[in-house]
């Protein structure tokens, strides 16, 4: 699900690269801006036929149209480490159910601030954040997710907005689920020695090279990268016995890739 990310007082949502689907991370400082957020979000999808969930420790004060409360507690179990793969399966069969029942799809404003509290906790929800991107590119399933940057600070936030197509939080680049035969997944933002800690961490939590010989990121909207990141890429293949393609890639990347001895990452330009 997506999360809702406010810093410095900011609520405004960056777009993000261009994308069908609608997975938000806002990160929030002020209960008030997230709420404003989240009205509007909602409201998006009362206007498109969906049915609509508020997941949260406790109930907001109003609500726009027929929006179902949940408590976080019935939705997550919390206190422990989720399992990624169960969670968005309970997601994909409420989807289908709302389809089922006559609505265009499920969209679900989650603040799930108490899910992340313990580093464990932390680097399994930034692997379902990953997987719940794919499936909101695969299906009629929209969400926010929210978290308190007050409790959980800056860097807990960017691991986890740099799994969503559209977040407020300052993150350098975005991992995000693209359509298969455009890749893997999609590497956008720009890359550099500030984002190596963050790269490596989504690298490793989207757990992209399991059961696969190649890992292809569609690079389309990778406006910069310094030769330290494509190493870093290139040493992630070697890790894991795959070879990292970027495709649709800046001719600039592939300049750069060019200048150095990568064994296992091939960069391929746009046509």
Same mark, same amino acid.
């Given at each position: ?54 997941? $949260? ?14 408590? /976080? ?35 679900? /404003? $989650?603040? /799930? ?46 691991? =986890? ?9 300052? /993150? ?18 720009? =890359? ?67 200048? =150095? ?11």
């Amino acid at each position: 699900m997506a999360a809702a990310c406010a810093y410095a007082g900011r609520v405004s949502i960056d777009p993000g690269p261009a994308s069908p689907h609608a997975h938000v991370c806002l990160a929030y400082d002020d209960p008030a801006g997230f709420r404003a957020q989240a009205q509007g979000f909602l409201a998006e999808g009362l206007a498109a036929g969906e049915r609509l969930w508020y997941i $949260a420790p406790k109930p907001p004060e109003s609500l726009p149209g027929p929006v179902r409360f949940v408590a /976080v507690t019935d939705a997550y179990p919390t206190g422990a480490v989720i399992d990624p793969e169960a969670q968005i399966g309970e997601y994909a069969a409420a989807t289908a159910e709302a389809l089922a029942g006559g609505y265009t799809g499920l969209r679900v /404003v $989650a603040d /799930v601030t108490p899910l992340v509290s313990t580093p464990a906790q932390l680097a399994t929800f930034t692997r379902y954040e990953h997987l719940a991107d794919r499936l909101i590119c695969d299906s009629a399933f929209a969400a926010m997710c929210a978290y308190d940057r007050r409790l959980l600070g800056d860097d807990a936030i960017a691991q =986890l907005a740099a799994m969503h197509a559209r977040t407020n939080a300052d /993150v350098p680049f975005r991992l995000t689920a693209c359509p298969p035969a455009t890749g893997t997944a999609a590497l956008s933002g720009e =890359l550099d020695l500030a984002a190596a800690d963050l790269l490596a961490g989504a690298l490793e939590r989207a757990g992209l090279a399991t059961g696969r010989a190649e890992v292809a990121l569609d690079a389309s909207g990778l406006r910069f990268t310094d030769h330290r990141s494509l190493v870093q890429l290139d040493d992630y293949a070697g890790r894991h016995d795959v070879t990292m393609v970027l495709r649709r890639a800046p001719a600039a990347v592939s300049r750069l890739a060019g200048l =150095l001895d990568l064994p296992r990452l091939r960069v391929e330009t746009a046509r």
